[in-house]
């Protein structure tokens, strides 16, 4: 059975959630707080990486301290909105590896359409972190994590900024074994697939593209 989605309710996630929430936050501000709020979303999803003791000369002696043990990661952002949340995942995780998932979704089916795919030569030996602000109809996340085990990686967890039930229901039925970590959990979506109340188009608002 799939774990139940981590719903971050720390306060400063919320509160940048809302300043993003608003029609009136200009690009810039929004691209900044997409960034704050993926390093958030980033300090949890990392919570169990494992570690190793090592000792460390400190000015005052020897302290017994644990880093982390080695293991590679890599970060897989949906284009586009997904480029927004890399920054802010590279604060913390700087030696990760970045791959990229182009999807489209044709207005018409609301099904993703794939024209992209480049990942990290080794991904099949990373823990992968799959980024989109939002998760609306579940349609991209699955196609793109789908792209991703095909390259045989094993070890998936994808975060978000918004979701609503039927994103999360579709990605845990179609990749159980995918944990999921966002920020707020939505109402549900509108006949043309857009989550309400949302934020509206993530990648717009992040590019100025409209």
Known sequence: MSKAPMILDHPLVQ??????????????????????????????????????????????????????????????????????????????????????????????????????????????ERDVFVLDPMLATGGSACDAITQIKKRGARSIKFLGIVAVPEGINKLREMHPDVDIYVGALDEGLNDIGYIVPGLGDAGDRIFGTK
């Open 15 to 124: 509160h940048k959630i809302s300043l993003l929430r608003n029609k009136n936050t200009g690009t810039k501000e929004f691209k900044e707080l997409v960034g704050e709020i993926a390093t958030l979303l980033c300090y949890e999803a990392t919570r169990d990486l494992p570690t190793k003791e090592v000792e460390v000369e400190t000015p005052m002696g020897v302290a017994r301290c644990n880093v982390l043990a080695g293991r590679k990661l890599a970060l897989v952002p949906i284009l586009r909105a997904g480029l927004g949340m890399v920054d802010g995942m590279l604060t913390l995780l700087p030696a990760a590896k970045v791959g990229h998932i182009g999807m489209y979704r044709n207005e018409e089916t609301l099904e993703p359409v794939e024209y992209y795919c480049k990942l990290p030569s080794d991904i099949a």
